[in-house]
């Protein structure tokens, strides 16, 4: 490949070295692309140094609505009455917000957000991550939450369980590369397993997605 040739080093910025398979930009080269030019990697890819920028979403836990038994087709608002409830995490009112799942009845009970449209900006090749802050209680041993996501009106779940622990700890579930649709809509459900052992509360949760370039 022909490029201009440096004065000091009498050599191109722009060359090729025996047996490689592309050109080389030396230091303080620049490779231009002229008017009406473009780079097409539409068939493969262009590789950057460090890591692209990432969006996120944070989800309002508030206007997440409980599912009445673990198989109803209908949903109420969070209470401090339902199972799952809206729960403060001090006794005295102080402090975050939170869902709780108690051991009451309606345990197993689904937490269901409103539709997330799919960003324009997101990069379906590389998927998408869940965020989640949750614990399990002192009984966490066993405690988790199936982590359920359902592209559009489908009834295929995306999603998998994530363990929890017994103090809020972040974890992410990653959403399989090709499995987000490009636009459209998504629904996250969270379903705890059976936890007579302990309260599950959920504090934070969101989504992580590579964006893309172009």
């Not at 038994?69 to 109420?76: E, F, H, N, P």
């Not at 103090?167 to 998504?186: K, L």
Request: no cysteine; aromatic share 6%; glycine share 12%.
């Amino acid at each position: 490949m022909p490029g201009a040739t440096d004065p000091q080093f009498g050599q191109a910025r722009v060359y090729r070295t025996p047996g490689a398979t592309g050109e080389v930009i030396a230091s303080g080269g620049t490779l231009l692309v002229e008017a009406g030019g473009h780079i097409d990697a539409s068939a493969g890819r262009i590789t950057l140094p460090g890591v692209l920028r990432r969006g996120f979403f944070s989800l309002d836990l508030l206007n997440a609505q409980a599912k009445t038994t673990a198989t109803a087709s209908g949903v109420v608002p969070l209470s401090t009455g339902t199972n799952p409830q809206r729960h403060s995490a001090n006794v005295d009112a102080v402090g975050p917000s939170r869902v709780r799942w108690t051991t009451a009845a309606g345990a197993t009970n689904p937490l269901v957000f409103p539709a997330w449209r799919v960003p324009f900006d997101l990069a379906t090749a590389g998927g998408l991550e869940i965020v989640l802050v949750a614990e399990g209680g002192s009984g966490n041993a066993s405690n988790e939450l199936n982590v359920r996501l359902f592209n559009g009106t489908a009834t295929t779940d995306l999603g998998s369980t994530r363990a929890l622990t017994s103090s809020p700890v972040e974890s992410t579930v990653a959403i399989t590369s090709g499995n987000m649709p490009a636009t459209g809509f998504v629904t996250l459900v969270l379903t705890p397993n059976a936890h007579a052992s302990g309260a599950i509360d959920l504090y934070a949760v969101g989504f992580s997605y590579l964006r893309k370039t172009s």
